[in-house]
């Protein structure tokens, strides 16, 4: 599981790092929004842990920012403000939980368990986009009705997207899921397979199903 904390204060982003990591969560730990929407678009994440008070902008505008653009990853705010309002501000705004300053280490990693269950419990085993139907248990696809044949890869790479549809996915977001590492991952890779799905599903010229997004990756329309 893949945690990402964004943390302004040196000590406090240490320890909640090293914390996680002892509980056998890949950790990443940034310290301002840039670094995050960086690291955000790069890789995909279980659970975010989120501080308000960041040096170049206001935590609860980042969490806007991603609920608009279709990020969907549980965060929970960590913060040292603590009144009422700004808990169910920071709720209305699209955030999961709430945990204000200073806090139990051990009720922050229940809460880190209980949002990765409920996380596991509502993703769906019939994904549908466009007219294509995805089925994650009978691993089949049909479009328009009409069964699609695909290999593995191309099931995967097509689950991705049905996942995420309308957002733009990077490359290396892509192979970080598809393969094992996508550093071992040929860069012409991708694109093949990416035709590959396309020769199956983009059966009228007119009207496409994905985009490629020049010098950043693909998105499912």
Known sequence: MKILVVEDQKRLGQFLKKSFTEHFY???WVQSCA???DVLSESGYDVIVLDLSLPDGDGLDLLREWRKAGF????LILSARDAVQDRI???DLGADDYLPKPFSMEELLARIRTLLRRQAAVKETVL??????LDLIGRTVLLEG????????????????M???GRILTRTLISEKIWESHYDVDTNLLD???SKLRSKLDTTPERPRFKTVRGVGYQML
Do not use: C, W
């Open 26 to 28: 890949t950790t990443t």
């Open 35 to 37: 670094e995050a929407r």
């Open 72 to 75: 969907n990853e549980p965060v």
């Open 89 to 91: 501000k920071g709720l």
């Open 128 to 133: 549908e986009h466009g007219g294509i139907r």
């Open 146 to 161: 009409q069964r699609v044949d695909l290999t593995s890869r191309e099931f995967a790479l097509l689950e991705i997207f």
């Open 163 to 165: 996942q995420n549809p």
């Open 192 to 194: 093949v397979y990416m």
